[in-house]
């Protein structure tokens, strides 16, 4: 334990008060104090929800407080999900909730039973002066966390708004479930989320309500939050309106929901949710907890759960290590990676309501489910485990045949059709001598084919010799290389009926001419350089060779480069084409205003960007077989301040898809080698989802997308049309047909090949299971 034995907390809220609590329960010695500038009873908002994990650490922790807690929940299984008329409703959630003044009455009496001093409407001293008279500092001091500002040049907070307004409200009934009801008015969409946190009261044994003449009976309450985007909340007046009037027009809107009873409010406020998180949490014996150190949308219910599992955390490293500096580092250490987990979910669950617009035209049970899955945290699998009612229902409406999982639904692209939706992503594999694809790339694709995925694509095939991005890279320049690609073709059709194998042809641009990727992933070659071009004589990074810009001849042979490969990829006998316009490889390079500084008809406005890439598109189609499908792959954001983003892909999108594009391949980055990318399990299909919806076009998502059960609620919740993996299949060639045996599933869908067959039930395993008990003495 360490010797922290003078400890300030600045701010009492749930999570200053309980690592308060628990740390004077764990050194009744300890001289622990909390300073709250507001009186015992002042709150804000209302019901607090706590998930069963989090309840089941404080069990641990502090049983006394867990028992309290247990007098006072409200718990429910079911999510209600009305729009249009239509209510959805899935169960087996499992939610528990009270008061939020309940629960710091709990957290109140458990420190003063402890001995812990608490001093109400009082203002915390300067965090210098409590630094230099305790031990140990505990800022709990909220979102607005004075202390994370003075200390702003050591924790380096990042501060992000978002695009919603939001405002806390309550109502005097409990509702009979988590209710998300979407409002469709002349200003826009907004949205209500609601859950009960107190109980209707219970008569006395023996008593009628229907006899009583005491008043009405108390019927509950639930917390009720109504969200819109920024600019619906202005078209609707909300910021001409005072507090009294925005709760009664919020009651008029969703009057339906709240059987016409009104709303009340607390010092309620309408703001903009700040998504908080900071580079460092300690300083010196200064630590921050909650939301002073981070921040989770509360469409995930988060806030409250981080703190208190922040205090238990920290309490127990206290306890665990031997000085306040290794207990802040293992503090850190442990907290920082759950925290961004949950900031990655709660983003995407705020995203999704900034982008519910959308969502609307979808059937109403695909939007219920895309609803449940918008933070990737609750999967198809865990729906169906939660309410397995509901998931086939969904499956249903979506055209999924009885037994069949959403992933194994063929999808139709021009005259292919394809009996999955799983793609072999693109992967250089960096194996080709002279461009010709060899025995390695026959084994490579073959398995793959094998393996059962609908669509297995070859890595980036180059155009030219000046066109690879390395020595090892494949091409098709010369008829020997077309010969070789027929021969991987041939195989996989043969060997592999039912699956397409497509083509991706690209440029390497300006990101050419550099070693292997396991001898130094984007170095410059020792020896051996070509020349390189580009859209502008911008090297890649520092050190890179500075390309030359392309002249208009040049983008001539280049265009005529695309198309003879093209032609020779359709003669090789692919089923489809995709063409690289990612990655910061030459096409792309055109599209990005950081990588494209040109000042000609083709740089400068987002048409004139993209004004080489269509006329590449153009060039390819018009020699690409009519009936087979052409794509195209996108980096829709630079992860770069002043390049591409989300708004610009769209824009992308859309004048591929009409000059053609059968679908888009949504992939981000590597345009730019200072980018700063926001990694996190599928962290790509966000993009894929708006351009799907916004433009109308089937599209590929890819990036960290890694299990099929993330491959079913991808699918099933219309973010997207086709998932494309690339290290799952690197891992495991028969990725796709081990899907199918996981999942219990046989049909067209996902056919083993004739020599594979026996094998396409799990290999059994040795007996772990023990003799159950089946006699009980006295029963």
């Known amino acids: 334990m360490t010797g922290a034995q003078r400890v300030a907390v600045i701010g009492g809220g749930p999570g200053g008060l309980y690592a308060a609590a628990l740390l004077k329960r764990l050194g009744p010695a300890r001289e622990v104090t909390v300073w709250e500038r507001n009186a015992p009873d002042d709150t804000f908002g209302f019901g607090v929800v706590l998930s069963d994990e989090t309840l089941g650490g404080i069990e641990h922790a502090d049983p006394v407080v867990h028992q309290a807690l247990g007098r006072d929940f409200v718990r429910w299984d ?22 939020r003044r309940r629960l710091l009455q709990i957290l109140h009496a458990r420190c003063r039973s402890l001995g812990v001093d608490l001093r109400f409407r009082t203002e915390a001293p300067p965090p210098d002066q409590l630094r230099e008279t305790h031990d140990l500092v505990i800022a709990a001091d909220g979102v607005h966390s004075a202390t994370r500002a003075a200390y702003a040049d050591v924790f380096r907070p990042r501060i992000t708004e978002h695009r919603c307004r939001y405002i806390w409200l309550a109502a005097d009934f409990a509702f009979d479930a988590f209710r998300f009801e979407i409002a469709e008015t002349e200003h826009g969409v907004m949205q209500l989320h609601g859950y009960p946190y107190s109980r209707p009261s219970c008569p006395a044994p023996g008593h009628h309500p229907s006899a009583s003449l005491s008043g009405p009976q108390d019927e509950g309450s639930s917390t009720v939050i109504v969200e819109m985007r920024e600019e619906v909340w202005r078209a609707a007046g909300f910021g001409e309106l005072d507090e009294r009037e925005s709760v009664e027009r919020c009651a008029k809107i969703f009057a339906d929901a709240l059987g016409g009873r009104p709303l009340r409010s607390n010092k309620s406020a309408w703001t903009t949710f700040r998504t908080v998180t900071d580079e460092h949490w300690s300083h010196g014996n200064l630590v921050l907890l909650g939301d002073a150190a981070h921040t989770a949308h509360f469409s995930i219910g988060s806030g409250t759960k981080l703190a208190v599992e922040d205090a238990v955390a920290l309490a127990a490293c206290l306890d665990e290590q031997p000085t306040v500096e290794q207990a802040l580092t293992a503090y850190e250490a442990e907290r920082k990676p759950v925290v961004a987990s949950t900031q990655r979910a709660a983003r995407a669950s705020l995203e999704w309501f900034e982008n519910l617009g959308l969502y609307l035209d979808q059937p109403p049970r695909q ?15 865990n729906l169906r485990l939660r309410d397995a009612r509901f998931t086939d229902a969904v499956e249903r409406e979506f055209g999924c045949p009885p037994g069949t999982p959403p992933m194994f639904t063929p999808f139709r692209l021009r005259g292919l059709t394809l009996r999955n939706r799983v793609v072999v992503s693109p992967m250089d594999m960096y194996s080709a001598v002279d461009g010709v694809p060899g025995d390695f790339h026959l084994v490579h694709l073959g398995a793959r084919a094998l393996g059962g995925a609908g669509l297995v694509m070859t890595e980036m095939v180059c155009v030219s010799p000046e066109g690879r991005i390395t020595p090892g890279c494949t091409g098709l320049w010369t008829g020997r290389q077309t010969e070789s690609w027929r021969r991987i073709t041939e195989f996989v059709h043969r060997q592999a009926p039912g699956t397409a194998i497509g083509v991706q042809l690209g440029h390497s641009g300006r990101k050419g001419s550099t070693r292997l990727m396991w001898e130094g992933m984007d170095e410059p070659l020792p020896e051996g ?12 990074k520092p050190g890179s060779q500075v390309p030359r810009q392309l002249t208009r001849a040049q983008l001539t042979d280049i265009r005529e480069q695309f198309t003879s490969a093209a032609w020779r990829a359709a003669r090789a006998g692919f089923d489809l084409l995709e063409l690289h316009c990612a990655h910061g490889y030459l096409l792309s390079g055109f599209l990005s205003p950081l990588t494209n500084h040109r000042t000609d008809a083709y740089g400068g406005s987002p048409e004139k960007r993209l004004r080489f890439p269509l006329e590449v598109f153009d060039a390819v189609r018009s020699v690409w077989p009519e009936e087979r499908p052409m794509t195209v792959r996108i980096s829709a954001t630079d992860w770069a301040e002043g390049g591409t983003g989300a708004e610009d892909a769209v824009e992308i999108a859309r004048a591929f898809a009409a000059h053609g594009a059968d679908a888009v391949d949504v992939s981000t980055g590597q345009v730019v080698a200072e980018e700063r990318p926001e990694f996190g399990r599928s962290y790509q299909t966000p993009f894929a989802d708006r351009i799907r919806h916004e433009v109308g076009v089937p599209v590929l998502a890819v990036g960290a997308i890694s299990s099929w059960d993330d ?14 993996l ?14 199918a045996a996981e999942q219990g599933y046989q049909g067209p869908g996902a056919v083993w090949p004739a020599p594979y067959r026996a094998g396409s039930r799990r290999p059994q395993t040795g007996r772990t299971d023990a003799p159950a008990p089946r006699l009980h003495p006295g029963g």
């Open 367 to 381: 939007f219920a489910f895309n609803l449940l899955t918008r933070s990737r945290r609750v999967t198809h699998g």
């Open 529 to 540: 350089n070509w020349p390189l071009v580009a859209a502008s004589a911008l090297p890649y």
């Open 711 to 724: 491959v079913n609620s991808l699918i099933l919740a219309g973010r997207t049309d086709l998932c494309a």
């Open 78 to 99: 079911d999510i209600h999900i009305v729009h249009r008329g239509t209510r959805q409703t899935s169960g087996g959630h499992g939610f528990a909730a009270l008061g």
């Open 726 to 739: 690339a290290r799952p299949h690197l891992y495991d060639p028969h990725w796709t047909l081990h899907a």
